[in-house]
């Protein structure tokens, strides 16, 4: 079977969740028998992608260290020459990896696409150009001749917030990449609450800081957030009047494995988000022994099963009650790491990679 990704995430520079699936599932498609796998980005910006070359086939000029070229002018290059070297590729499967509006077709290809969430739809008043948005997902869903959701919470929403044939649409969750190690970080001497990744507005970091003043627990902990992004200013204005000294809430970047390190040495993670179409620092974190607290809304309950303790992402007292819970009681946090590890092992992405290799054929048929 012959197996295309298209150029759409790997346009973008920066390392994010959506080019990390297609780069994890594109090198694990490719260990399985019969899987012809290839990913055709005319200009290649992905960094990620470039660090796994040796692992794929990717057809395209590495562009990802040339800082200065915009990436609309990727994009552009890309919409342009892909359908010429796609078609020359002769695919049996076309898998999308973003809802641009692509102006060919395949003859004799099938169309996959993944929606991972349903974030701008429910959340609207945090996002500009939803109707722009709207169109793209739509038109993409047309056609697509099979659907990829990487959660139930997300398939749920699509069929109710998009009229959608059911049989059209395939569960398949994402997994973690990181490697555990047992080693803390070594410049972090006090205990602390972790959170990772972006903290866009429905990611509800500001209830984490209310939560944490609330508690105290900033006497005997740090809040770290493991983000690309330093802290805003009304995160700034937030850490004031929740009357937490600033010095205690920090945030830090870097690579996989200082991720690991800091999910190794974390009291635990906390993850407040009001939606997360998958959540994949609950599997990382339980992966790496460490314990999770999260919101009880959208898919994180079904990622993190009976391992994590939940809260109402609404309710800073909430969060506050069991962020002490967790930090007063070892007996609690060892069966939590237990329970996480046995959870964490039910995702991987050669599981995802079987999964989705079984919706091509599908689709095929």
């Known amino acids: 079977m012959r197996i295309i990704f298209d150029y759409q995430t790997f346009s973008i520079r920066q390392a994010r969740g959506i080019s990390r699936y297609f780069t994890e599932l594109a090198v694990a498609l490719g260990r399985l028998d019969h899987a012809d796998v290839q990913v055709i980005v005319p200009l290649l910006a992905s960094k990620l992608l470039v660090e796994q070359r040796d692992k794929v086939a990717v057809t395209g000029v590495d562009v990802s260290g040339v800082s200065k ?90 069929l109710e917030l998009y009229q959608t ?11 973690s990449s990181l490697t555990p190690v047992n080693v803390k970080p070594s410049d972090e001497v006090e205990p602390y609450f972790l959170h990772v990744g972006a903290r866009y507005s429905y990611k509800n970091f500001a209830a984490l800081i209310t939560a944490f003043g609330i508690s105290k627990l900033w006497k005997t902990h740090q809040l770290i957030t493991f983000s690309e992004t330093e802290l805003t200013l009304e995160e700034l204005k937030a850490i004031n009047y929740a009357e937490v000294p600033r010095k205690r809430i920090r945030q830090v970047r870097g690579d996989d494995a200082k991720l690991a390190s800091y999910y190794a040495g974390a009291t635990a993670l906390v993850v407040p988000s009001l939606y997360e179409g998958f959540g994949i620092p609950v599997v990382e974190a339980m992966q790496c022994s460490c314990p999770v607290i999260a919101s009880n809304k959208s898919s994180l309950p079904e990622v993190g099963g009976d391992a994590i303790r939940y809260f109402d992402p609404r309710e800073p007292e909430a969060i506050a009650e069991l962020m002490q819970s967790i930090a007063s009681d070892s007996t609690v946090r060892e069966n939590m790491i237990a329970q996480g590890l046995v959870q964490a092992s039910k995702f991987s992405w050669e599981k995802c990679a079987k999964e989705t290799y079984a919706v091509y054929e599908n689709a095929l048929r």
């Open 69 to 158: 070229l915009p990436t609309r002018i990727v994009r552009a290059v890309n919409r342009a020459l892909f359908p010429l070297m796609a078609a020359a590729a002769k695919p049996d499967i076309v898998h999308e990896t973003q809802y641009d509006k692509p102006q060919f077709t395949f003859r004799r290809a099938k169309t996959i696409t993944t929606i991972h969430d349903m974030i701008p739809e429910r959340f609207p008043e945090f996002f500009a150009f939803l109707e722009a948005h709207r169109f793209r997902i739509r038109a993409a869903l047309e056609r697509a001749d099979m659907i990829i959701c990487v959660s139930e919470s997300t398939r749920r929403d699509l």
């Open 165 to 175: 044939n059911p049989a059209r649409v395939a569960v398949i969750p994402l997994a």
